[in-house]
């Protein structure tokens, strides 16, 4: 079964997720951006979600964790928790 490293910052707005992604393409670390913004238990580890399988995730953020590019920032996705960027760190 296939397996990947994610981390993600979930946040309420489409607007606020782009806002969050500009400052990451800027060059803001990914982990700092999570403690302060995203809303999952998660953000506490920098949006670390640790090493996830196939079918673990709700489908969207599953498609991206599985089918995007790796070691680049995804996203808004949208959910039912809300809108998420995505970073895949690697994929097996």
Request: charged share 30%; net charge positive; aromatic share 6%.
């Amino acid at each position: 079964m296939a397996t990947a490293l994610a981390r993600h910052i979930l946040v309420k707005t489409s607007e606020e997720a782009e806002a969050i992604k500009k400052r990451l393409s800027s060059g803001s670390d990914f982990g700092k951006l999570a403690k302060k913004h995203s809303s999952c238990k998660s953000g506490r580890r920098g949006g670390d979600l640790g090493e996830v399988r196939s079918g673990q995730m709700v489908k969207v953020i599953d498609d991206v964790i599985f089918k995007k590019a790796t070691n680049q920032v995804h996203g808004p996705i949208k959910s039912q928790f809300g809108f998420h960027l995505v970073e895949v760190v690697y994929r097996d």
